[in-house]
């Protein structure tokens, strides 16, 4: 769907829709105290990328620019 969208004044960028699925997502299931943001007592599950900026994740959809993934504070993968 994100590859779909067309630039528009009304159209999110990539700050609103990081938002959406991190912060609107955890309020959604009810777990904004444990999960959505980088926050002391929360759940650490975070994506490192290689990109230089929020914008080029969006318009490289389909290319795996991961660069580390931690999954409950540990990392567990990362690639050179």
Not at 7 to 15: I, V
Not at 28 to 53: F, T, Y
């Amino acid at each position: 769907l994100l590859h779909r969208l067309t630039y528009s004044a009304k159209a999110p960028t990539g700050y609103d829709l990081l938002k959406m699925a991190t912060m609107g997502s955890a309020r959604l299931l009810g777990r904004q105290d444990e999960i959505g943001s980088l926050e002391v007592g929360k759940q650490a599950d975070l994506v490192i990328w290689d990109a230089p900026n929020l914008d080029y994740i969006f318009y490289r959809f389909g290319q795996n620019l991961a660069k580390t993934v931690i999954k409950r504070g540990v990392v567990a993968t990362t690639r050179p």
